[in-house]
């Protein structure tokens, strides 16, 4: 693991991420080094001291410090990945904090393990580092098996194969919105190592239709702001209908001043959403709403970088009592998408990563 101290390049690239009225150098510093603070020896990011990791979390703290510049750390995170990695291309969706190579879920999580591509795709993008992508790929190239396993024949991914083996056959939006970003990274690094994968490429395109255009085959969410922007976050939608999607239910969720609602009916913002739909915002042009959501929860902000959970703000709160790493790590990747970060941008924008082949609908099944 690195040590704690920092060369010029990596407070050069932190500087970057300085965002006015969102975060100065300084502070992104300060949360650049609590979030590596929290990770441990062998690579892995748990959600704070004392608590459990899960790989979509691990994986979007490690993505942070990519961006912050800190690439041994994130590529150590990864190393943590591909070392812990079940045979079917797993990983268990929970994992002891004080043993974090022991699961405490024995569940298995489509969106979990497809979300590496993103992060090993993001990293290469930061490093050009191939012998990382040689490395890495393999357990990416397994780890789309394994979600592809959990495909149905509407193009949705079931969330989730329990520990006896049984595939839960139900399937969430934000999940399949997720997984659909992650396959289209996993295309791109297919591309990158010359290896085609056509039976993703169609796998990835009948998710992308069921995602936008077949609300029915998903268990209904709609209370959780992650059903909301999640479709547009992830690039499953674009251009007009992104922007239509989120504006339809913009008074729901978006609290003037505070940030996003998790759930719709309760008065509790969360800093994870709110950086999100910053996210989102940003992907379709909508630079300055975005800005407008990060300075808000600048409230969940603690003095040495880390973020508070969420704000309950009837009772002026903070809810949960904790600070998690994948907070502060959405804050980060939100200020740098928005300041531009080629790798950051690369993989949120989705402009450039593969499609996938659009299904025929007249066999389209539901």
């Known amino acids: 693991m690195p040590t704690p101290e920092h060369t010029g390049r990596s407070d050069e690239r932190t500087g970057r991420l300085a965002l006015p009225g969102v975060l100065t150098a300084d502070e992104a510093r300060a949360t650049v080094d609590w979030i590596s603070g929290r990770q441990r020896p062998d690579g892995a990011i748990p959600w704070f001291d004392g608590h459990h990791l899960d790989p979509w979390d691990h994986v979007e703290a490690a993505m942070a410090l990519d961006a912050a510049g800190e690439h041994a750390r994130a590529a150590a995170a990864y190393h943590w990945l ?3 990695q079940n045979a079917d291309g797993s990983w268990y969706a929970a994992y002891a904090e004080g043993d974090p190579g022991r699961p405490t ?16 795709l993001h990293h290469h993008l930061a490093t050009g580092d191939d012998a990382f992508l040689e490395r890495m790929w393999p357990t990416v190239r397994a780890a789309v098996a394994f979600v592809l396993g959990l495909q149905r024949d509407g193009g949705q991914l079931g969330w989730r194969r329990e520990a006896d083996g049984r595939a839960v056959p139900d399937a969430l939006l934000t999940g399949s919105a997720s997984g659909h970003q992650a396959l289209r990274c996993a295309l791109a690094l297919a591309e990158r190592v010359g290896e085609a994968q056509p039976d993703w490429e169609v796998a990835t395109g009948r998710l992308g239709h069921a995602v936008r255009a077949h609300p029915e085959l998903f268990l209904d969410k709609s209370r959780y702001s992650m059903d909301w922007y999640y479709p547009v976050l992830a ?15 913009w008074d729901e969720f978006v609290v003037p001043g505070f940030g996003v609602r998790c759930v719709r009916e309760n008065p509790w913002v969360t800093g994870g959403e709110s950086a999100e739909l910053a996210l989102a915002l940003w992907s379709v042009g909508q630079r300055e709403r975005a800005v407008e959501i990060l300075r808000a929860i600048g409230r969940l902000r603690a003095p040495d970088g880390r973020y508070w959970t ?13 600070h998690t790493t994948w907070t502060a790590g959405s804050v980060l990747l939100a200020v740098a998408a928005l300041l531009g970060d080629p790798p ?3 993989v949120f924008g989705a402009r450039e990563l593969p499609e996938g082949l659009e299904p025929d609908c007249r066999t389209c099944r539901a």
């Open 82 to 84: 591909a070392d812990h």
């Open 105 to 120: 879920d024995l569940g298995r999580e489509s969106n979990f393990c497809a979300y590496p591509a993103v992060g090993v």
């Open 235 to 249: 690039g499953a939608m674009r251009g007009d209908e992104a922007a239509e999607r989120l504006a339809a239910r």
């Open 310 to 322: 969420g704000y309950v703000y009837p009772d002026d709160a903070f809810w949960p009592v904790e």
């Open 344 to 346: 950051t941008t690369a």
